[in-house]
């Protein structure tokens, strides 16, 4: 029987940072700010916005001095002050493109696309010939979710001027949003031979690759861009990701190490390098890297962040065995940002059928389902939880109320687990059989049918589901058991015992020593009752009682152990 | 209220002079409040010696405060000195003076404020203006730009680098000569000259709009000599501007820039920051394309709009190694984009002529092939 409680209490799981994205690369570097300043540039754009306000207080009929203005208010992102000064600009001088151009961009940031796409467009009047007022209406077809419109446009661009790189970049962007990343990268390349040296260019480039799965011109790509900017953090992040699924670990180490050591302040870059330390099962060091950066997160960053790098920092703990810090982590995951994912919720409900605590999974597996509802994880968690306290009845309630709305081999075999615990072997045979059906070769749903029909005594049927796995075909710690089992019933004490054996070995070579224990006392309970079955009530009883010797105090197994034990002793 | 905001009161007070330094009288202020300046208020004024009217340069009273602006414009004074009777340079028409004036306040306090000033001649106008309000044609700004130029070359040659050169301190003269001035963030390269900022201290001498990136790095005091390349950065950004009426480095020194530049050069040791500079200053190039002249704001005519690309490009390469600062090679440019401009239609007519034989060579290769 396929115990997934235990299948499930295996692996806490990592919530990762995303991949290259195309929304890693919306903005084109060279067309605005798009920076958080520190007090430094802060005071540096402020003081080239002064000078700039006093020439265009001095010369306040210009135009020029205006326009001048309003570009250094876009630099320090004072949008609708930039918005003031063109306006102005145009009341001096009506027409003026540079103003009108801006102003279009200015009402695209803020968001009103119709102001922003008349600008553009009274703009095209003007300047047929020019690349700029089709990119602008590009963006603006894109804002409003019209791709097709602003791939239009952004070819008719190009057209236009074949040297535009914003018309080339955006186009690329477009494609990249579009699914259709062989187009994008061309649309890159010929951008790179605009400008050779441009290094968000080959950053771009790179990030399309990698959406494309090819991580080998992805990292070219991204090395390129990082010798043309050794200091580009992005590029260092996206490369460090590529190299990551390329398993490069040591490559990974010492990118970041150096990086790290640049800007200790950047979270991203600990997560990575953290994330480096898991997959060479460093987790101490991974660790460190995980707490000093949520120790050091700033404020400002999305809470999102804060709960990710807390629910991997508990993942550490786990895998270092420190459960009591695990549980604390996970819960500030789930604390900090409930709506983060369920994946802190699964990782907190594991952890607690870990540590025995069913009560505290089941409250866990409900906020989790208060939030996502069709979280199947949780459900089969949460339902685990419920079996663990012998509820059963709760737990195959909410297992058939998932399966009446959409069909899942791996709740069926869940309930299908409840159901033998709970003696309604019936029940467990009309369930796995249906889920059969449309996943007739589901080895968990053969294991669990068998050894359904094995505990209601219809060997010959479990020997025929049985039959379907192949001899030769490697089985799990479930399947030996299962067969075991099968041995046992047929009167083969000693076969039955050597598949026991085997589903311990397994589940010991798997590290699941839970699993090996439970095998074993699984073991225990099925000699009991061959001995008992053959009238050697001494024996018997004795296996009942290495049974209940074992660490396990809790379950279905246990509980028939005891009442076994009951009727020994009343015999 | 401070004495600093009574700008008003202050410029009042001069004009209550009669006459200062025995002949200048008839004071008037510049403009409706003396002049663009935080630290410098401007006057005409009659000069009785020569009977030209002339321009009084007036140190701030309330802003004595600040010793390096007061020292910058006692040094303004005394290097205008080494420059009469030179073209291209504002001429000084008398030397360094004080005057002292006293008033009271609305609680009986007696104050005296002490005015320092210099006399220079008067110019008609500024680049800034002529910028602001446009109304030039090509040919003239190229001229007005190559006077620019030709001041410049004079401070180069008596080894003073300018460190601001920037419109307003290019003033336009009756005669329409350009003439460079305000000379108080310059600085002597000579080995005994003192400088007045002895180290970077976060301080960018002159307009952060017109200065050099390496000028922004820092770069100043640890290899003062730069500030020649710097200078060639300066006139590249007024070529820009005259020629698009938009400040060259609001389109190139965005948050973006100043973050790399200041990330790149954050925590460098004393006398480790031009190496670290260096190290860097390709990936800041690099990362940073300076705009298209002829794609930003009104352009430059057709048949020099390539040249004029080349020519300011060259001039503002943000790698100073790489940056045009030969001023032969300078002039030599703007005179053929002058002889261009004159000759437009000839020029227009041999280009076409050469593109055509370039073609028929180019198809016979093909031919021959």
């Known amino acids: 029987m396929i115990d997934l409680a235990q299948e499930l209490k295996k692996k806490p799981s990592f919530v990762p940072i995303d991949p290259p994205d195309v929304d890693d690369i919306q903005a084109l570097p060279v067309a605005g700010p798009g920076v958080e300043p520190t007090e430094v540039v802060g005071r540096f754009l402020r003081q080239i916005t002064e000078k700039t306000r006093r020439d265009a207080t001095y010369y306040s009929k210009s135009y020029r001095a205006q326009i001048n203005l309003g570009v250094a208010l876009l630099n320090k992102g004072d949008l609708s002050a930039a918005q003031e000064a063109f306006e102005l600009a145009l009341k001096l001088e009506p027409a003026n493109q540079t103003a009108v151009l801006q102003l279009g961009r200015i009402y695209l940031r803020q968001g009103n696309l119709v102001k922003a796409k008349d600008a553009f467009a009274s703009l095209r009047k003007v300047m047929p010939h020019s690349a700029e007022p089709f990119v602008g209406l590009a963006e603006v077809s894109a804002a409003s979710g019209d791709l097709e419109e602003a791939q239009h446009l952004l070819q008719g661009a190009v057209d236009q001027d074949g040297h535009s790189l914003a018309a080339r970049f955006q186009l690329a962007t477009i494609f990249m949003r579009m699914g259709r990343t062989n187009e994008a990268v061309r649309a890159l390349k010929a951008a790179v031979r605009i400008q050779p040296r441009a290094p968000f260019l080959h950053y771009a480039l790179g990030v399309s690759y990698a959406i494309r799965k090819d991580p080998a011109r992805a990292k070219r790509a991204f090395e390129v861009s990082l010798r043309l900017a050794p200091g580009m953090a992005q590029a260092v992040k996206a490369l460090s990701k590529v190299l990551l699924e390329g398993a490069s670990f040591q490559a990974v180490r010492e990118l970041l190490a150096e990086q790290v050591a640049k800007d200790p302040h950047d979270f991203e870059l600990r997560e990575l390098l953290a994330w480096a330390y898991v997959r060479e099962q460093n987790y101490l060091a991974a660790r460190r890297q995980l707490y000093t950066a949520l120790s050091e997160l700033p404020a400002s960053v999305a809470t999102i962040n804060r709960a990710r790098i807390a629910n991997n920092l508990g993942v550490c703990y786990e895998f270092l065995k420190d459960l009591k810090h695990a549980e604390h982590f996970f819960l500030l995951s789930i604390d900090t940002f409930a709506e983060g994912g369920p994946i802190a919720y699964q990782n907190l409900e594991r952890l607690y059928l870990q540590m025995d605590k069913a009560q505290a999974a089941q409250a866990i597996a409900e906020r989790c389902l208060a939030q996502y509802p069709e979280d199947r994880t949780s459900v089969m968690l949460g339902a685990v939880a419920l079996g663990e306290q012998e509820r059963y009845g709760e737990a195959i309630a909410q297992c058939q109320s998932f399966l009446e709305k959409a069909d899942d081999a791996q709740i069926s075999a869940v309930l299908s687990n409840l159901l033998t615990d709970a003696e309604r072997f019936d029940e467990a045979i009309q369930v796995l059989r249906k889920a059969m059906r449309s996943k007739p070769l589901d080895r968990a749903l053969i294991n669990n049918l068998a050894y359904v029909y094995l505990m209601s005594d219809a060997i010959a049927e479990a020997r025929d589901v049985l039959r379907q796995v192949p001899e030769n075909e490697p089985a799990g710690a479930y399947l030996a058991a299962t067969r075991g089992l099968l041995r046992l019933r047929e009167g083969d004490l000693a076969g039955g015992v050597e598949g026991y054996e085997r589903s311990q070995q397994i589940a010991l070579q798997q590290g699941n020593q839970r699993l090996a224990v439970r095998s074993k006392q699984k073991m225990h309970l099925e000699l009991a009752k061959a001995w008992l079955l053959r009238g050697n009530v001494d024996v018997a009883l004795q296996e009942v009682r290495k049974g209940l010797a074992l660490p396990l105090k809790r379950g279905a197994y246990v509980r028939d152990l005891k009442r076994l034990a009951a009727r020994l002793s009343k015999s | ?369």
């Open chain 2, 1 to 369: 209220m401070s004495i600093d905001q009574n700008r008003e009161l202050i410029l009042r007070m001069v004009e209550s002079q009669a006459v200062l330094d025995g002949r200048f009288s008839n004071i008037r202020r510049i403009g409706d409040d003396g002049g663009p300046g935080n630290f410098s208020l401007m006057f005409t004024a009659a000069d009785s010696v020569t009977g030209n009217e002339v321009a009084l340069k007036v140190f701030h009273p309330a802003r004595r405060d600040d010793a390096y602006r007061l020292a910058s414009f006692r040094r303004e004074a005394e290097m205008l000195g080494e420059f009469v009777g030179q073209p291209n340079v504002i001429q000084r028409v008398s030397s360094l003076a004080d005057f002292t004036e006293g008033f009271d306040t609305p609680l009986n306090v007696r104050y005296t404020l002490t005015f320092s000033y210099f006399a220079m001649e008067l110019a008609k106008s500024d680049l800034a203006a002529a910028v602001a309000f446009g109304g030039l044609d090509a040919e003239a700004k190229l001229v007005f730009f190559r006077d620019a130029c030709k001041g410049l070359q004079r401070l180069h040659v008596r080894q003073i680098v300018h460190r601001d050169p920037k419109p307003r301190n290019l003033l336009v003269m009756a005669d329409r000569q350009v003439k460079i001035a305000d000379l108080g963030t310059s600085r002597s390269l000579d080995r005994d000259a003192v400088p007045l900022l002895p180290d970077y201290a976060g301080f960018w001498p002159g307009d952060l709009r017109y200065a050099a990136p390496e000028m922004l790095a820092g770069l100043f005091s640890e290899a003062p000599e730069l500030a020649i390349y710097a200078d060639f950065f300066g006139l590249g950004a007024i070529l820009f501007e005259l020629f698009t009426g938009q400040v060259l480095t609001l389109s190139v020194f965005d948050g973006s820039f100043a973050m790399d530049l200041t990330s790149a050069m954050a925590h460098v040791p004393p006398g480790k920051r031009r190496q670290i500079y260096d190290d860097f200053v390709t990936q800041l190039a690099d990362g940073h394309p300076l705009p298209n002249l002829s794609a930003t704001g009104d352009g430059a005519p057709r048949c020099i709009q390539l040249r004029l690309d080349g020519l300011y490009s060259e001039l503002c390469r943000l790698d100073y190694r790489k940056r045009l600062r030969r001023f032969e090679s300078l002039f030599r440019q703007i005179e053929i984009c002058l002889i261009v401009l004159r000759n437009e239609e000839k020029y227009l007519r041999w280009l076409k002529e050469k593109r055509r034989r370039r073609a028929t060579l180019i198809g016979a290769g093909r031919v021959a092939r």
